[in-house]
């Protein structure tokens, strides 16, 4: 990477995963970071997600960012890869392993099923691991050791957020079984890496925030600003997914997409059709308005007149 450290007041980023082409949600969250950045004299990174190998669609990720080149997205500094981060990972997971807050766990899926309680996040882990494995098992996953320590965040957009992780999420994998290094992990060690001050994404993963926040302490790594956008849900109140292929954005069609996105987050829009990519992106950086974005944690697309011609 090619990023000076001196003097950075904002440093964003946007993190897709290559499970599909950029649909409509996606392009939210990209637009969101990026005004939220740019309105601030801030960088704007992107990080490619490609940590579960078994989840990627091949040629993804040159789908995704030939996207974000044609809506005219313009990011600092060389695109990550967090393929390419196992060891920054694997000597995460050791130090904590090493400090007894990670540990070894055995238990198959069927196993916790039959002893868990379900919490909002599903299945609460019971806790069988944590003081040592079953003579003759092997570890299979590494699971955080959490506390009753109360995480409290203030989200920008939707207010304060409260978890106590031990009682409502259980302790949760940072290795999984199958030797990938868990998203939760991986986003925590990777946005302290890269210096990102600011984090603003859809609200699905608010959720995920407090273990985030958590991993930040025991790590002794700063906490960056979140900012959750409400997300584009379907009329079943279902995210718009890459894997399913929802309303892929057409990469042809610019300007169309960038103007609803724009409305979708309930900005100002331009008195008339801009004529160029770059005439969008300046009036919308000028236009930039946190406060206007609705606090709900999502807004079903067919709500929306203008959205309409995208189901
Ligand atoms: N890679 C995640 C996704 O595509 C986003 C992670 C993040 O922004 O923290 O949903
Ligand atoms: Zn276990």
């Given amino acids: 990477m090619h990023i000076s450290n001196i003097n950075q007041s904002y440093r964003g980023r946007f993190a897709p995963s290559p499970t ?14 990026y005004l939220d950045a740019r309105s601030c004299d801030g960088e704007w990174l992107v990080r490619i997600e490609d940590l579960d190998r078994t989840r990627e669609i091949d040629g993804a990720t040159q789908l995704i960012l030939g996207t974000l080149e044609k809506f005219g997205f313009h990011w600092d500094g060389e695109i990550t890869y967090q393929s390419r981060r ?47 494995l079953a003579e003759g098992r092997e570890g299979r996953s590494i699971r955080i050791l959490t ?50 001050t600011h984090i603003v994404r859809g609200a699905d993963l608010l959720s995920s925030t407090p273990r985030q926040v958590f991993l930040q302490k025991l790590l002794r790594l700063s906490q960056p600003i979140y900012t959750h956008l409400p997300l584009v849900v379907d009329n079943q109140g279902r ?17 169309d997409a960038l103007l609803q996105a724009l409305a979708f ?47």
């Fill in 20 to 33: 599909g082409p950029l649909h409509f949600g996606s392009l939210v969250a990209a637009m969101g970071s």
């Fill in 86 to 132: 196992t060891e920054a990972y694997a000597a995460a997971v050791e130090k904590l392993t090493k400090r007894q807050l990670a540990y070894p766990c055995t238990c198959t899926r069927k196993e916790i099923s039959e002893r868990a309680v379900n919490g909002a996040e599903g299945a609460i882990y019971p806790g069988t691991c944590r003081h040592g």
């Fill in 147 to 196: 506390s009753e320590q109360i995480i409290n965040i203030t989200d920008t957009i939707q207010g304060p957020l409260t978890q106590q992780i031990d009682r409502e999420i259980g302790d949760f994998i940072i290795r999984r079984a199958d030797g990938y290094h868990a998203y939760q992990l991986a986003v925590v060690i990777d946005d302290a890496w890269q210096g990102i």
């Fill in 239 to 255: 995210k718009l997914s890459k894997q399913h292929r929802d309303a892929p954005v057409d990469p042809k069609q610019p300007m």
């Fill in 265 to 311: 987050l309930h900005q100002p829009l331009p008195p008339q059709r801009p004529g160029s990519l770059d005439e969008f992106w300046q009036w919308a950086t000028a236009h930039w308005s946190l406060a206007a974005i609705p606090a709900t944690r999502q807004i079903p697309a067919s709500s929306l007149k203008y959205l309409n011609s995208l189901r």
